[in-house]
C-alpha cells in the first residue's frame, strides 16, 4: 500500500486495516522516512500558512505571526513531535509485557503513528485557524484507532486492551503537554506569539 492508501484505509476502516499494518515489515527508518515523517509534517506546515501567510482575524482585528518566528515554531513543533511520537512508541513497547503483550519497538512504533494519522490529516484545517477545533475531534476519533490496533500490534489481550490503552493514551498526554510547553518556552524566548 501507499502512504496515501495506509492513511485513508487506517483513517476510515481501522479495524480491517490494523492486522495488515501489524503484520508489515517495517523498521524505525522506514517508518519514520515513509510515513510518520511526512504526515506529521502536514500539521506545522499547515499552521506555518495559516498563522503566517494568511493570518488570523480575532474580533476584525487582523493578526500574522511574523514569518522567521512562524518558521521557528513549525520546525520546532515538527522536530518535537517527531521526538514524542518515538518516546511514546517506546512507552507502548515497555508497557506491554505487563499486560501480556509483546515488547516491540517497531511494533508500538506502528501503534502509535498509525493511530496519529487521523490527526496527521485533520491537521490540514489549522491553513484556516478557527477550524483547528477540527483537530480536536480528529484526536478523539484517533483515541478509538489507537484502541483498535493494541491488539494486533502489541499483542495485548482483549481483556487488557481497555487498561492499557488507558494507561497509553495519560503517558502520551503526559509526553505532548511536556513538548508544548517546551515549544511554548522556545517560543516565548524568541518572541513568537501564537500556539501550535
Keep these: 500500500m501507499t502512504i496515501t492508501e495506509k492513511a485513508v484505509a487506517i483513517s476510515t476502516k ?11 515489515q517495517e523498521t524505525v527508518q522506514s517508518l519514520f522516512a515513509g510515513y510518520i515523517m511526512p504526515l506529521a509534517a502536514i500539521g506545522p506546515i499547515a499552521s506555518f500558512i495559516g498563522l503566517s501567510l494568511i493570518g488570523v482575524n480575532v474580533f476584525g482585528i487582523s493578526y500574522r505571526v511574523p514569518v522567521a518566528n512562524g518558521l521557528v515554531n513549525a520546525v520546532v513543533t515538527y522536530i518535537l513531535g517527531l521526538v514524542g511520537c518515538y518516546v511514546s512508541a517506546m512507552i507502548a513497547s515497555e508497557l506491554a509485557p505487563n499486560f501480556g503483550g509483546s515488547k516491540n519497538v517497531v511494533q508500538g512504533l506502528k501503534l502509535v503513528a498509525y493511530a496519529s494519522t487521523p490527526v496527521w490529516i485533520a491537521s490540514v484545517v489549522q491553513i484556516f485557524p478557527p477550524l483547528a477545533i477540527i483537530v480536536l475531534i480528529a484526536g478523539l476519533y484517533s483515541l478509538y484507532v489507537l484502541y483498535l490496533g493494541v491488539t494486533p500490534t502489541m499483542n495485548v489481550g482483549a481483556d ?3 487498561v492499557y490503552t488507558l494507561i497509553l493514551i495519560v503517558v502520551t498526554v503526559v509526553i505532548f503537554v511536556i513538548i508544548g510547553a517546551v515549544v511554548a518556552a522556545l517560543r516565548g524566548a524568541a518572541g513568537v506569539g501564537i500556539g501550535m
Design 14 to 24: 481501522p479495524k480491517e486495516t490494523w492486522p495488515a499494518v501489524a503484520a508489515e
Design 160 to 162: 487488557k486492551q481497555v
